[in-house]
Every structure is written in structure tokens, then in C-alpha cells.
């Protein structure tokens, strides 16, 4: 192959590597070191975040008495990057979506929403809400006098009003991971 090899007229069979050929392996493996760097980065950066159960994006469903979403095991936890949600991550939950009263704001049956912990919401934040009749949902919040109206972004769907003092709020939405099979 013309350039890959050379000949030496003076040694029987004296082939050799061109010197340009000879550096080949050598930034072969400066390659692979830097793309091995960069992966051990980024897995050093990924933290686990604990899938703790089901919420629905439709009309709320009953819970139980205690108000705890988990259905899952300590071992169910999706892994994220560190760069994909700033801040701390200590607080961080995650929820399977159950419906489709969020399908406008792209969160569609079956996805996973990232939660931080909140007790608060401010207008517009979409957020998981425990009702005082023991149950939840995921809708949008909006303080509306002494009721709160929580909103679904499905126009087929109602808004559902409620007494501010029959709401608590859980948790609010950081992140979407669409489920694609």
C-alpha cells in the first residue's frame, strides 16, 4: 500500500514504517485517553434520583392515609448528569405519570417527572398536590382568592378548585423524561 510502507534498497527485505506511520498507535491512544477521560467525567458527575411511586395527571386518585407516594423499592432510581438539574440534588424525588390532563405542557402517560421537594408554589409552577380527601395529581397552581385552581393543560379537561387549606403541595416539576417504547 503506497506511503504505508518503505523499502531499504541496501537490506535484503528491508522493509519498514514510514515515521508518519510509526505515530499512528501512539495518538490512537491520546485519543482513546482523552475519550476515556471524558467518560470517567461524566459518570463521576451523574447522581441518583429515587423513583418513589406514581402520580396521576388526570382526575386525583386516592393514596391511602398517610400521604406517601412510594410503591417502588429503595433500589428503583433514575441516574442524571449533574449538569442537567443545577443546584442541590439531595431533595430531588421522581414520579411515574399516570393520564394525560398534561399532555400541552408534554408530559405524557408514562413519563417520569424529576420533583424537588417543595411545600410552596407559586402561580404557574406545575406541581404534585396531596388533597385533603387522600389523593393526588400533577396540574399547574394558580392561588385564585381563597381557593386554589389547579390546572390541567388538556382542553378537553376542567380545572379543579379547591379550598386553599385542602392542598399540599409536594413537590414541583424540574424535569420531563419522555418514555419513548
Known sequence: VRGLQERDAEVARGWRLP??????????QQSVNKVMEKANTAVASM????????IVAGSPIEVGNDGDFSVYDEEDAIELGSSMIPGRHDDLFALRVSGDSMIDAMVNDGDIVIMRKENDARNGDMVAVWLSDDTTTLKYFYHEGNKVRLQPANPT?????????????????MMVLRQTA
Open 19 to 28: 515515521e508518519k506511520v510509526a505515530a499512528v498507535p501512539g495518538q490512537v
Open 47 to 54: 447522581f441518583r434520583v429515587p423513583l418513589i411511586g406514581n
Open 157 to 173: 379537561m376542567e380545572p379543579i378548585y379547591v379550598d386553599r387549606e385542602d392542598v399540599q403541595v409536594q413537590g414541583k416539576v
